[in-house]
């Protein structure tokens, strides 16, 4: 460890982050051969989740930027994966829905990447399972709180 650095053999920020990467490698692993990638998985199961999401509350969701989202709903309504009316009933939102299509491709990436959440808690058991969580809940809150 450097002077006054962080020992990333101890730190656990750095520990998250190595899992972080590590999960989305494996669940890039098993949605490729499903021609979909983690945005596209995420954006079908938040309109699976909650069906009328704007572009914007799906961008929010799935930690991608606005235009990012609005080229995946394209490609996603183009594709037959997802309806948005034509216009706005209101303002200039357009709910997105999942079409029949949507749904049989998120059932199939759903499957997958369920293998790769069990493949990384299969080692714990169900207590330290809810263990993880709820430490993994406390540390997301207290970053999201202001600092003091």
């Known amino acids: ?59 929010r969701g799935a930690f991608v930027t606005r235009q990012s989202m609005n080229v995946l709903l394209q490609a996603l309504e183009r594709d037959g994966f997802v309806t948005r009316p034509a216009e706005a009933a209101v303002g200039r939102v357009l709910p997105t829905q999942l079409t029949p299509s949507g749904r049989r491709s998120l059932a199939q990436a759903t499957e997958a990447v369920r293998s790769v959440e069990l493949r990384m808690v299969g080692g714990l058991t169900a207590d330290e399972r809810a263990g993880a969580s709820r430490i993994l809940g406390s540390m997301l809150r207290s970053l999201q709180e202001a600092p003091s």
């Open 1 to 59: 460890m450097s002077q006054g650095g962080i020992d990333l053999d101890t730190s656990l920020g750095y520990l998250l982050k190595q899992a972080s990467s590590a999960l989305r490698a494996a669940m890039e692993d098993v949605l490729r051969p499903l021609g979909m990638t983690i945005t596209h998985y995420s954006c079908l199961e938040l309109l699976s989740q909650r069906p009328g999401l704007s572009g914007s509350e799906l961008a």
